[in-house]
């Protein structure tokens, strides 16, 4: 699994012209794209989110602007984020066709498509460098937080993907350590696992986007477990067993892992300049997400429509679906970047809510902490059902303010530890806000405290 290409290094991408040593591109991502750019970016979103490694280097050079005709897409973090995905791509490293050379003492690549796609990983080191080199940290951590959402929705694939990237083990983007594009991104003459020094050459940036410990790593791959694969379960054993500290971090790790949320309820979707918005083309993952989707329906479309007027898509709150025009359903389809066809499909009732969620609207955050509760429109997920109760607490809501007492009246394992007297807290300030079940509960709280402490 470890072995990589030779210490000679790759000789068909180092003679003559360099655009000719970049591997030839599959027809689905270089179609026809005269006069339809924005057609062509959302093809390409959606191979680059279903792990197309052309497809994500096609998107890191698009929204860096390399073609002229590009240059009203340039987005150094969206960039970024697609360049540091390519890398993270096994299809990018994986030999398709190696052996030992005698007398060498190294494997090297023997087809062109090896070689070329070493040529495409170097340029992509190159780019993810510069760009990464003139942000700021804060930008700096916008691309790793989408990096982490992305995989995140790739289920087990995803996770292991991220456990290799905070693995030392491993190379900077989690191909083999002895990859000659891996040792030429630490820098000559570094060791793995020892820290970076200043001076060395290499690509420092592109290295350090995601820091290197054992504790990420063990809970990306704790997390690839719990999606059910085995393969995960068996690697999880593997890195216990890798080195005599890392069986220690076990227990923490369990408890992070039932707290973790990804950075995003789903891709950002901002809509640059270009007018070309960005797109979240994560599907779901297997019966679970499908069945917990056509659920959407037991929803009161009430909130569907609330959320809409929120982000003022509708003057009114729409009380059912007929009730919405076809320009309006095509105004939130233009806002999450979804085809405009004028139908309202479950992902879209979904997203609303989410896009009023992660805006603001504090109805909307409650809603969503309900609906992750219960399994409805999203699987049942109790730590985002509690981030978004949070959410909505902060500003203010008597409901989420009782929905918090209840977590901590009743412990709900790794997510909110058992807390009486934090449960208290909540239930009063939400009957103070009026919440009417708070002020008929709160008495047998504060009888079932006393009880606890009189003991």
């Given amino acids: 699994m470890l072995s990589g290409f030779g210490d000679?290094?790759?000789?068909?991408w180092s003679r003559?012209?360099?655009?000719?040593?970049?591997?030839?591109?599959?027809?689905?991502?270089?179609?026809?794209?005269?006069?339809?750019?924005?057609?062509?970016?959302?093809?390409?979103?959606?191979?680059?989110?279903?792990?197309?490694?052309?497809?994500?280097?096609?998107l890191g050079g698009r929204y860096a602007a390399v073609r002229a005709t590009d240059r009203n897409l340039e987005d150094p973090i969206e960039s970024s984020v697609w360049y540091a995905m390519a890398l993270a791509n096994t299809e990018g490293f994986a030999p398709i066709n190696s052996a030992r050379r005698a007398g060498l003492g190294s494997?090297?690549?023997?087809?062109?498509?090896?070689?070329?796609?070493?040529?495409?990983?170097?340029?992509?080191?190159?780019?993810?460098?510069?760009?990464?080199?003139?942000?700021?940290?804060d930008e700096q951590e916008e691309v790793r937080d989408r990096v982490i959402y992305v995989l995140s929705t790739q289920d087990a694939d995803g996770y292991r993907t991220l456990a290799r990237l905070h693995d030392e083990l491993y190379g900077p983007f989690g191909e083999p350590i002895d990859n000659r594009e891996a040792r030429a991104?630490?820098?000559?003459?570094?060791?793995?696992?020892?820290?970076?020094?200043?001076?060395?050459?290499?690509?420092?940036?592109?290295?350090?986007?995601?820091?290197?410990?054992?504790?990420?790593?063990?809970?990306?791959?704790?997390?690839a477990v719990q999606t059910g694969d085995v393969g995960a379960y068996v690697l999880l054993r593997d890195f216990e067993a890798s080195t005599p500290a890392r069986s220690r971090y076990g227990a923490?790790?369990?408890?992070?892992?039932?707290?973790?949320?990804?950075p995003y309820e789903f891709y950002p979707n901002e809509a640059p300049r270009s007018g070309v918005p960005h797109s979240d083309e994560s599907r779901s993952r297997g019966d679970a997400y499908d069945y917990a989707l056509t659920r959407i329906?037991?929803?009161?479309?009430?909130?569907?429509?609330?959320?809409?007027?929120?982000?003022?898509?509708?003057?009114?709150?729409?009380?059912?679906?007929?009730a919405l025009s076809k320009r309006q359903v095509e105004t939130l389809e233009a806002m999450l970047g979804h085809p405009m066809e004028g139908r309202l499909s479950y992902q879209e009732r979904l997203r609303a809510i989410q896009l009023a969620a992660v805006n603001g609207s504090s109805e909307a955050q409650l809603v969503l902490a309900v609906m992750y509760a219960e399994?409805?429109?999203?699987?049942?997920?109790?730590?985002?059902?509690?981030?978004?109760?949070?959410?909505?607490?902060?500003?203010?809501?008597?409901?989420?303010?009782?929905?918090?007492?209840?977590?901590?009246?009743?412990?709900?394992?790794?997510?909110?530890?058992?807390?009486?007297?934090?449960?208290?807290?909540?239930?009063?300030?939400?009957?103070?806000?009026?919440f009417t079940p708070s002020a008929s509960r709160l008495q047998a709280v504060l009888a079932q405290v006393s009880r606890a402490q009189s003991r």
């Avoid at 006069?35 to 490694?53: C, K, S, W, Y």
């Fill in 185 to 223: 991104a630490w820098g000559q003459g570094h060791r793995p696992g020892e820290p970076l020094r200043v001076g060395r050459t290499g690509r420092h940036a592109a290295v350090n986007l995601f820091p290197r410990n054992d504790v990420d790593a063990y809970l990306y791959n704790y997390l």
């Fill in 375 to 434: 399994g409805v429109g999203v699987p049942a997920d109790y730590a985002r059902s509690f981030h978004w109760f949070q959410q909505a607490d902060r500003q203010g809501s008597p409901e989420a303010k009782f929905a918090m007492s209840s977590y901590f009246a009743l412990g709900v394992a790794g997510v909110a530890d058992q807390d009486k007297a934090e449960a208290v807290v909540y239930r009063i300030e939400s009957a103070l806000s009026g």
């Fill in 297 to 322: 329906t037991e929803l009161p479309f009430v909130h569907v429509g609330r959320a809409l007027r929120y982000l003022g898509v509708t003057d009114t709150v729409a009380s059912a679906p007929n």
């Fill in 16 to 58: 003559g012209d360099p655009a000719s040593a970049a591997c030839p591109r599959p027809a689905s991502v270089t179609g026809a794209e005269f006069n339809d750019q924005e057609a062509g970016i959302r093809r390409l979103r959606r191979l680059a989110f279903r792990g197309d490694f052309f497809a994500q280097l096609e």
């Fill in 107 to 137: 494997w090297r690549p023997l087809s062109g498509y090896d070689d070329c796609r070493a040529f495409e990983r170097r340029v992509a080191y190159q780019r993810l460098d510069a760009q990464l080199s003139r942000m700021t940290r």
């Fill in 8 to 12: 000679r290094g790759l000789r068909f």
């Fill in 252 to 262: 923490f790790v369990e408890a992070k892992a039932r707290q973790w949320v990804p």
